[in-house]
């Protein structure tokens, strides 16, 4: 209950979720990170970052770029279904799921866990936690309006990547740190991201 799941999916987005699992191994939380095969090779692309496919290599070197302390992020496989996550009596208390791409949103709608990732979401939506999805596509077909609102009605916050421009955005990270605020401020974690509405 005191660790925060977070999903990346291959959608494209990745530096959105790099990120954010920064913004959290800083808030000190407890991450458990799923990272699927297209998310790893969108990573591999979009950003600096090489992935092993190993998730103990992954684990070693992210801990190490976000000097997270010993036990702090934990790394699961797609198929780890001995995992704390993938049981309602280890949930955790949210699930991010950045970026997320509308076939795991179809995925998750429909009540079907292929994967960890997907079954994970599901333990977060029969036990009623908080439930984030930052889905990262453009245009939306009706299909993906569908699954959204299905999601939003059983009480997920749709969270899309679309940054607003009103705090003068100087660079490509300045855009990226618009939406991961918005995903801490949901988690109620504390950040210097970005100043609310009015403030300073």
Known sequence: MKTITLAMTGASGAAYGLRLLEQLIKAQETVYLLVSTPARIVINMETDLKLPSATT??????????????????????????????????????????????????????????????RAADVVLKEQR???????????SVIHLENLLRLAKMGTLVLPANPGFYHHPRNINDIVDFIVARILDHLDITHTLLSPWGGE
Request: net charge positive; charged share 15%; with cysteine.
């Open 57 to 118: 290599a992954i684990q070693a070197l992210l801990s190490e770029r976000y000097q997270a302390a010993p036990g702090q992020l934990h790394v699961f496989g797609r198929d780890q279904w001995t995992a704390p996550i993938a049981s309602g009596s280890a949930v955790s208390r949210a699930m991010v799921i950045c970026p997320c791409t509308s076939g795991t949103l179809a995925m998750i709608a429909n009540g079907l866990s292929r994967n960890l990732i997907e």
């Open 130 to 140: 908080k439930l984030i999805v930052v889905h990262r596509e453009t245009p939306l």
